[in-house]
């Protein structure tokens, strides 16, 4: 054999050795990488008249499964799923706003999601593999002082890296007699109106408050 067929020879294996290992040290990284704090766009409908001010939550697989059957009434492990590939990082994640109704009324809601991180090269992108519609919610932060009647919310995948979340309900807040300790209590009925609160009371006159319509609509962008 000739020096030169030699040297190839060996040149080649080296090559092969050396690709091996990049390989293999791509796929710990992936294992050993943990799931960042997302920071959350949200972008508003031109119509709609409250404000979103969104998180992320990453959630272990028992908190998932916890919040899943919380929220649905279904156990997620009995459910068939699709697994991800050996290249990629999959975790869950729980998006939730605050909305803010104005005259210091909240109200809060929400979604899970599955999040998969996927390397293209050198950089690691993430995207919505899952969102799951069936946990969408809407909730009061005061359930003593503020009732919901919920018309809908839905929660819509339209790419991998957008989600659109719409609601509509109405908000009252009850106030029995003797009780003025929230801040709606302490603003003039001009001041309400302004925030689109109206008057009203229960059926049997024995409680008093204030109700407001209102709609949302945004996009959760990774």
């Not at 290249?87 to 909240?106: P, R």
């Amino acid at each position: 054999m000739s020096i030169i067929k030699k040297w190839g020879y060996i040149l080649s294996a080296c090559f092969v050795a050396l690709l091996i290992l990049l390989n293999l040290s791509q796929e710990q990284e992936l294992e050993d990488h943990t799931p960042p704090t997302a920071e959350v766009e949200i972008v508003m409908d031109s119509l709609s008249d409250v404000a979103f001010h969104w998180e992320m939550t990453n959630l272990s697989s028992e908190q998932f499964h916890s919040r899943y059957l919380e929220l649905t009434g279904e156990d997620f492990s009995q459910l068939k799923v699709p697994t991800g590939s050996y290249s990629s990082n999959i975790y869950h994640a729980e998006y939730t706003a605050l909305v803010d109704l104005g005259a210091g009324v909240d109200v809060q809601t929400g979604f899970l999601a599955e999040i998969e991180e996927v390397r293209d090269g050198s950089e690691i992108h993430r995207e919505f593999r899952q969102v799951y519609e069936n946990t969408s919610y809407l909730t009061p932060e005061d359930a003593d002082s503020t009732k919901l009647v919920k018309n809908y919310v839905i929660v819509t995948k339209h790419d991998k890296s957008r989600v659109q979340v719409n609601f509509s309900a109405s908000a009252d807040w009850l106030s029995s007699e003797g009780q003025h300790n929230y801040e709606l209590g302490a603003l003039s009925d001009e001041e309400l109106r302004q925030q689109l609160w109206f008057p009203m009371e229960s059926v049997d006159g024995s409680e008093k408050g204030y109700r407001r319509y209102f709609s949302g609509s945004g996009w959760v962008k990774l």
